[in-house]
């Protein structure tokens, strides 16, 4: 009885250490307090971000910034050379004004961590900066909508890696005719507005946590943008 658990327990091990078990578990918890908005306004960028956002604020006849609390602008490091892109914020985000904070960002992190990255050396936004209700995804409109908002987003932060989680990055930045099982894990040279970048597609966290085996697919891809950052020679600020 006892051998067949230990077998059992050492093949459970060997699992996770195959798909990385930073992104199922971590033991250290993270720390929340790290996120600074504010470092997405400040910095030589900071005056073209704070103007998109004051634009973005402005935005004319859109239900979603008529239900919001807040705008979910950006966090992370307006200098770094590798930028996310989310699909919209959640009822988190919308209270706080900061992308990917709820389960779904803690997920993120973790991802991002599992690859030495973290909120002080990447940029995220999002498809959408309000709120869609009831956490469904931006309509085609909606897209379609904040699109020249987001090229310019890309325009301003200027990355080298750009990662897109989930369809609706998918959809909006390089079409509608994929689907993310099939066009993930491959580097796709892109220009976006006046930004040339490589750009790799991969599962959104809140659609991990619904199929959490496919995790293995995403630790595949981090190591492929793992790979990216060293061939590229990005330097990761610690
Ligand atoms: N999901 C997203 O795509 N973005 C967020 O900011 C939060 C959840």
């Known amino acids: 009885m006892i051998k067949k658990i230990n077998t059992k327990f050492a093949k ?3 699992y996770y250490s195959l798909i990385n078990h930073n992104l199922i578990y971590e033991n250290e ?3 929340r307090y790290k996120i600074n908005n504010n470092l997405a306004i400040k910095g030589p960028k900071g005056k073209e971000l704070q103007q998109l956002k004051q634009t973005i604020s402005k935005i004319k006849n859109c239900e979603l910034k008529n239900i919001s609390t807040n705008i979910v602008f950006s966090d992370g490091n307006p200098n770094s050379k590798i930028m996310v892109i989310g699909e919209g914020p959640g009822a988190n985000e919308d209270l706080e004004g900061v992308p990917f904070i709820g ?4 997920l993120l992190d973790k991802m991002l961590l599992s690859i030495g990255l973290d909120r002080d050396n990447i940029y995220i936004t999002n498809v959408v900066n309000y709120r869609p209700p009831e956490n469904r995804s931006p309509t085609k409109e909606e897209i379609d909508r904040y699109l020249p908002y987001l090229t310019r987003h890309i325009e301003i932060i200027d990355p080298k890696i750009l ?3 989930g369809s609706s990055a998918l959809n909006a930045l390089i ?3 994929k689907k993310i099982s099939e066009i993930r894990g491959k ?3 892109k220009k976006i507005g006046k930004c040339s970048t490589s750009v790799i597609v991969s599962f959104h966290p809140a659609f991990l946590m619904r199929q959490p085996d496919q ?3 995403s630790w595949i891809d981090l190591k492929m943008i793992r790979k990216k950052i060293s061939d ?3 330097k990761i600020e610690k």
């Open 215 to 217: 995790k293995a697919m």
């Open 103 to 106: 389960k779904t960002g803690e």
């Open 29 to 31: 918890a993270i720390n």
């Open 163 to 165: 990662i897109l989680l």
């Open 12 to 14: 459970l091990i060997k």
């Open 187 to 189: 580097w796709i040279n």
């Open 232 to 234: 590229l020679k990005i």
């Open 175 to 177: 079409g509608e005719e």
